[in-house]
T-cell receptor
């Protein structure tokens, strides 16, 4: 079974803090993704990576950065957390191109106070 | 660019009744189509997908979806729902002509099954 593990289920941070969300997959997938999920807005892509050290902006990259130093690990970084970044963050991984399945982690619910 | 519309944000239904969750998409290129399901407090998991071939695709738990190219739709149906089908359902598309994978999701439909 494919496993995508997100380091925290719940996280509470203060405005201005630097926040790291970690994601690890165990299936040697080349693609990894970070989404945020908000009620009524569905999932929106923040960043994705199709290879180690490669990254591409998604639809809402502002205020975020990512790091992929190893194939199995993809980190999302909030350089200076703000209250409007309070959300559910989902990590996913997949093989290859378009028609393949994305496998999701359980999510990290981040609250920025 | 692609967009996905799920007009129904919430669909209440009684157990054993049929249900249809609607999905329409817009794209200038051909796309792959997916339905993902999110059970409470979990991440998303694939329910079914259409890549090519027969336009009717089925899942192992009784859901089916039909790709209609002329209407750019991929509606999800189940003839008889169970309490355990209560979840949020997301329709998604991925363009065929790119060298990498990028899913575009709809806003989701919450299916509420009551006894």
């Amino acid at each position: 079974d494919v496993k995508v593990t997100q380091s925290s289920r719940y996280l509470v941070k203060r405005t201005g803090e630097k926040v790291f969300l970690e994601c690890v997959q165990d299936m040697d997938h080349e693609n990894m993704f970070w989404y945020r999920q908000d009620p009524g807005l569905g999932l929106r892509l923040i960043y994705f990576s199709y290879d180690v050290k490669m990254k591409e902006k998604g639809d809402i990259p502002e205020g975020y950065s990512v790091s992929r130093e190893k194939k199995e690990r993809f980190s999302l970084i909030l350089e200076s957390a703000s209250t409007n970044q309070t959300s559910m963050y989902l990590c996913a991984s997949s093989l290859g191109t378009g028609g393949n399945i994305q496998y999701f982690g359980a999510g990290t619910r981040l609250s920025v106070l | 660019a692609q967009s996905v519309t799920q007009l129904d944000s919430q669909v209440p239904v009684f157990e054993e009744a049929p249900v249809e969750l609607r999905c329409n998409y817009s794209s200038s290129v051909s796309v792959y189509l997916f339905w993902y399901v999110q059970y409470p407090n979990q991440g998303l998991q694939l329910l079914l997908k259409y890549l090519s071939g027969s336009t009717l695709v089925e899942s192992i738990n009784g859901f089916e979806a039909e790709f209609n190219k002329s209407q750019t739709s991929f509606h999800l149906r189940k003839p008889s729902v169970h309490i355990s089908d209560t979840a949020e359902y997301f329709c998604a598309v991925s363009p065929m002509n790119t060298g990498f994978q990028k899913l575009v999701f709809g806003t989701g439909t919450r299916l509420l099954v009551s006894p």
